[in-house]
């Protein structure tokens, strides 16, 4: 029998064990880059082609047994700003914490038998600058 902690997802996850490994030094400095220079990255494009990949993802995950089935790729913007407010820790403290959140997310996410969720909610992105908003 295979246990949650050796199961392997069939699609890799890269940096699932290393969450924000990018991010480590940038402690708002993208945000604020943005916000200066607008339109420096063309956002726009870049959102939709994250947004497809990870919808082809989320497809590949579900078909295969691994996602549950009511996982919808929009629940990616509930899943962002409960990271993005760890964030606001120290370094250390602030990847332990984002480990241990996706942890915990990765495993409400598998397959196995569960109550069925809510309908996805219509969340939109959250709007450049307010990353380290506090709810």
């Known amino acids: 029998m295979t246990t949650s902690s050796t199961?392997?997802?069939?699609?890799?996850i890269r940096g699932a064990d290393s969450p924000r490994s990018s991010r480590?030094?940038?402690?708002?400095?993208t945000a604020a880059f943005l916000t200066e220079f607008p339109d420096a990255v063309d956002?726009?494009?870049?959102?939709?082609?994250?947004?497809?990949?990870?919808?082809?993802l989320t497809r590949r995950a579900q078909e295969c047994g691994r996602l549950r089935r009511d996982f919808d790729p929009s629940d990616l913007m509930l899943l962002?700003?409960?990271?993005?407010?760890?964030?606001?820790?120290?370094?250390?403290?602030?990847?332990?914490?984002?480990?241990?959140?996706?942890?915990?997310l990765?495993?409400?996410?598998?397959?196995d038998p569960a109550p069925p969720l809510p309908p996805p909610a219509a969340i939109t992105p959250v709007p450049r600058g307010l990353t380290n908003a506090r709810f």
């Open 43 to 56: 956002m726009d494009s870049r959102r939709a082609q994250v947004e497809r990949g990870f919808a082809k």
């Open 24 to 29: 480590r030094g940038d402690r708002g400095f």
């Open 80 to 104: 962002l700003p409960a990271n993005c407010a760890i964030a606001t820790e120290d370094t250390e403290t602030a990847l332990a914490g984002s480990r241990r959140l996706i942890a915990y």
């Open 7 to 12: 199961r392997r997802w069939p699609i890799p």
């Open 106 to 111: 990765i495993q409400s996410f598998q397959a």
